[in-house]
């Protein structure tokens, strides 16, 4: 019974991290846009998620990320509806892979991490913070590999004065990543430990 329990709730939890990802997305709570690519805080339920549930919750959590990011390439996004315009099937891919990545890895470095960490507080902060770069890093290698020879990339490139693929991935995602990665670092790391303590003191 108590196993019973314990899924239910895990289903009720995962249920509720879709919606509050679902909600980011399709709000102005979630994107922040800038000339290059947007600053977003979907990120930080996939990163908690992660850490409080494990690796596979993060994975799945990663892809509910991926598919809102997709579907905002369907008119809500200018970038991603260029993206969509030159290849769908690779926009996809881009969309999708390195979120899920991102989360199943989120998971996996903090099971690493809190070996050797009593009280989990360092955990928690590497944890948010590194992997938030992970995911800027993953996207970005994604987008490079499938759509940095396109016009449209080289224009974008070249707009902001990139000349090599090092210099479009810290012109575009340089500042970007950096903001991400420490709002990850404040909001992650206070969310993930107050919901850790919780499931823990109820024995979820």
Same mark, same amino acid.
């Given at each position: 019974?108590?196993?019973?329990?314990?899924?239910?709730?895990?289903?009720?939890?995962?249920?509720?991290?879709?919606?509050?990802?679902?909600?980011?997305?399709? #709000?102005?709570?979630?994107?922040?846009?800038?000339?290059?690519?947007?600053? *977003?805080?979907?990120?930080?339920?996939?990163?908690?998620? =992660?850490?409080?549930?494990?690796?596979?919750? @993060?994975? +799945?959590?990663?892809? %509910?990320? @991926?598919?809102?990011?997709?579907?905002? /390439?369907?008119?809500?996004?200018?970038?991603?509806?260029? &993206?969509?315009? +030159?290849?769908?099937?690779?926009?996809?891919?881009? /969309?999708?892979?390195?979120?899920?990545?991102?989360?199943?890895?989120?998971?996996?470095?903090?099971?690493?991490?809190?070996?050797?960490?009593?009280?989990?507080?360092?955990?928690? =902060?590497?944890?948010?913070?590194?992997?938030?770069? +992970?995911?800027? +890093? &993953?996207?970005?290698?994604?987008?490079?590999?499938?759509?940095?020879? #396109?016009?449209?990339?080289?224009?974008? =490139?070249?707009?902001?004065?990139?000349?090599? %693929?090092?210099?479009?991935?810290?012109?575009?995602?340089?500042?970007? @990543? *950096?903001?991400? =990665? %420490?709002? /990850?670092?404040?909001?992650?790391?206070?969310?993930?430990?107050?919901?850790?303590?919780?499931?823990?003191?109820?024995?979820?």
């Amino acid at each position: 019974m108590k196993t019973t329990n314990i899924r239910t709730h895990r289903m009720v939890q995962l249920a509720l991290f879709t919606a509050i990802i679902f909600l980011l997305a399709f #709000t102005p709570l979630g994107y922040i846009n800038t000339m290059g690519l947007s600053i *977003t805080l979907l990120g930080i339920p996939v990163i908690v998620g =992660a850490i409080v549930f494990g690796p596979t919750f @993060g994975a +799945i959590l990663g892809g %509910v990320f @991926g598919i809102t990011s997709f579907i905002r /390439c369907f008119g809500f996004e200018a970038f991603g509806i260029q &993206l969509l315009a +030159i290849n769908p099937v690779t926009t996809f891919i881009v /969309c999708m892979v390195p979120r899920i990545l991102f989360g199943w890895l989120a998971g996996i470095i903090f099971k690493a991490l809190k070996k050797n960490d009593r009280m989990k507080s360092l955990s928690y =902060a590497v944890t948010s913070f590194a992997s938030s770069l +992970i995911h800027t +890093i &993953l996207f970005m290698t994604f987008l490079i590999l499938f759509f940095y020879h #396109t016009e449209f990339i080289q224009t974008v =490139a070249a707009g902001v004065g990139a000349k090599n %693929v090092f210099a479009f991935f810290i012109a575009i995602a340089g500042l970007n @990543g *950096t903001v991400e =990665a %420490v709002v /990850c670092l404040i909001l992650g790391t206070a969310i993930a430990k107050t919901i850790d303590i919780y499931s823990k003191k109820s024995g979820l």
